[in-house]
């Protein structure tokens, strides 16, 4: 493995601070779910994640003419073994598509296919040490320029249809999702690095060549993805998108179209030195979808499925296992800051922060468990500080006040966006946002949109337009799919990165489809450039604060709160959540 790159130490506050957490919520949890006459069986228990906090404070990249020598090699994991060949898990939604290399591939729970099973990203942060470490692809990377990244790929590794692994291969994957074009093709991978190619030094070795300076790219290409070149150029591109062919621990079987997903593990898969890199044990996966909490939590009760994801802390003593965990997201609102007539206004922004009880909705929705948020990256991120995520307060007489400054015209409504089931409770949320909007007078509405619709909302940014147009897309008119103004959007949003880098080449830059912010603060693109190529250190995180605060102060988001999940287990199946929403089935076992 080349340079390692490690979590920043306010991971480790974080985790300190998740734990806490989620000790309350055991506590919290097993009282309210007390029966009032003794039971006949124990009752269920919440467990902690094992999530070791950092030590040590990160290790930065040497300089590009730093001596070269690979890191020792980590000891390979032991193989795991298994009582049952067979895991049936439940998500809260269907896949949008399948394909790794397609708009529908993204980084939420029902993509866990094409995200974590199918084909393995360029690098990876390892679930037991935050050290971004390599899959089966890769054998060792080095810094050759400021801007160059050498990775050095392993002989013997297939795809899943037979196609070789090599450096050709790896330059196709590097280019999609490095298009500047076309944002990567919509693939989630281009939010974290930005415009990136690949270049052919000889058949086993690629380099990744960055659009600037990128002295954190191997903690940014942990969603790049490959597929069998060959494969791609013969297929046409509706089943290109319903499925991949890549080189993970996993192969698609079939998926059928409103039932399930079934896939079986890759018996030619090359296990690298890492512990997510494993040979799967489990020979055999079903993903399935309920809507409905206790649904999924019911599924693990009579046996129907091993895993499910957010069952709620109220169904807890439904399932014999409960385990809560961070999935590394803060669930935020993403205004329209450019076309929409009341959004664009700062102070309406503000006013409409100050009007929402933020605490009244914790305790009243989720028992008081989460802890209201300020910022769109989560604790522990390079660039966040505890001034710039704090939440924003709840002041009405002093909304009121900003929307007669801004001059707000209620003919102009303003709506929630929203996709059911994103989280907990997520649609009782947003009514009740609505609701303490329509208390100073605000003409707001929540729609609940279907998947795709969903997508076309978040994905209607400036990055749908190209160079000087995407810089000054305020002048434009609203772009495509949408052609209109987003209003507002959630989503719950990630940084597995760690590093503000994420969120400013996704939700902030003039070039990114997700965006509605672009220049909004004069210079504010060149502002990200400059940080994104500062190497890590104190000039870098200096920077990154500012921009961190910038945000915060801007008010172009309305964040909630850092997103605590509980999942439902079978008692036989081994398997610790990482901080992360990434789920690697190769790691799990039966007792």
Not at 81 to 104: F, I, M, R
Not at 485 to 507: F, G, I, K, P, V
Request: net charge negative; glycine share 8%; aromatic share 8%.
């Amino acid at each position: 493995m080349g340079p390692t790159i490690k979590a920043p130490i306010g991971l480790a506050k974080y985790m300190l601070l998740l734990m806490a957490v989620i000790g309350l919520f055991a506590v919290a949890c097993s009282s309210a779910s007390a029966p009032a006459e003794p039971a006949s069986e124990p009752a269920a228990k919440v467990e902690m994640t094992g999530i070791t906090p950092i030590p040590s404070e990160p290790t930065a990249v040497p300089a590009y003419d730093a001596p070269k020598a690979a890191a020792e090699p980590t000891a390979a994991p032991a193989v795991v073994t298994t009582t049952k060949d067979t895991l049936t898990l439940v998500t809260n939604g269907e896949p949008d598509l399948l394909g790794a290399w397609s708009q529908g591939c993204s980084g939420n729970v029902p993509s866990l296919v094409c995200e974590d099973l199918a084909s393995d990203p360029l690098t990876w942060i390892d679930s037991t040490t935050f050290e971004v470490v390599p899959l089966t692809g890769v054998e060792k990377w080095e810094q050759v320029d400021p801007d160059r990244w050498r990775f050095y790929l392993r002989e013997g590794v297939t795809f899943h249809n037979g196609e070789a692994w090599n450096a050709e291969a790896a330059k196709m994957g590097i280019d999609m999702h490095g298009d500047k074009e076309t944002n990567g093709h919509g693939t989630g991978s281009f939010g974290f690095h930005g415009v990136i190619s690949g270049e052919v030094v000889d058949d086993m070795t690629v380099d990744v060549v960055c659009e600037v300076n990128c002295p954190i790219l191997p903690r940014t290409t942990i969603f790049l993805k490959f597929q069998a070149p060959g494969w791609w150029a013969a297929t046409e591109e509706g089943t290109r998108d319903r499925t991949t062919i890549g080189n993970g621990p996993y192969k698609v079987v079939e998926w059928r179209v409103g039932q399930e997903v079934e896939l079986e593990a890759f018996e030619d898969y090359k296990p690298n030195d890492s512990f997510d890199s494993q040979a799967p044990a489990i020979k055999h996966v079903f993903q399935v979808w309920r809507d409905e909490e206790i649904v999924r939590a019911s599924m693990i009760a009579t046996g129907e499925a091993d895993l499910a994801f957010e069952i709620g802390f109220e169904n807890i003593d439904r399932v014999p296992r409960a385990i809560a965990g961070t999935n590394n997201e803060v669930y935020i609102l993403v205004a329209d800051n450019i076309w929409h007539p009341e959004l664009k206004k700062k102070k309406v922004r503000q006013a409409l922060a100050l009007a929402i009880d933020c605490q009244s909705i914790v305790d009243n929705l989720y028992n008081g468990l989460q802890e209201c948020y300020g910022n769109i990256s989560q604790t522990g991120t390079v660039g966040i500080t505890a001034e710039n995520s704090k939440g924003y307060g709840y002041d009405l007489p002093k909304a009121k006040q900003l929307l007669e400054e801004a001059g707000y015209d209620p003919a102009n409504e303003i709506r929630i966006h929203s996709r059911q089931g994103r989280v907990f409770r997520d649609v009782e949320l947003w009514e009740s946002v609505v609701s303490m909007w329509s208390e100073i007078g605000v003409n707001a509405s929540l729609q609940i949109l279907e998947p795709s619709k969903a997508r076309e909302a978040r994905r209607s940014g400036c990055g749908q337009y190209k160079g000087d147009d995407a810089l000054n897309c305020s002048d434009q008119v609203a772009p495509p799919p949408m052609h209109t103004s987003s209003h507002y959007y959630e989503t719950a949003t990630s940084n597995e990165s760690l590093d503000m880098q994420r969120q400013l080449l996704l939700r902030n830059s003039c070039f990114n489809v997700n965006s509605r912010v672009c220049n909004n603060v004069p210079g504010f693109q060149d502002m990200i450039d400059e940080a994104i190529a500062t190497p890590l250190g104190d000039e870098r995180t200096a920077r990154m604060e500012n921009l961190a605060t910038i945000i915060h102060d801007e008010y172009w988001f309305l964040p909630m709160f850092q997103v605590v999940t509980v999942y439902g287990l079978a008692d036989n199946l081994e398997w610790t959540p990482r901080y992360d929403p990434r789920t690697r089935v190769n790691t799990m076992s039966f007792k």
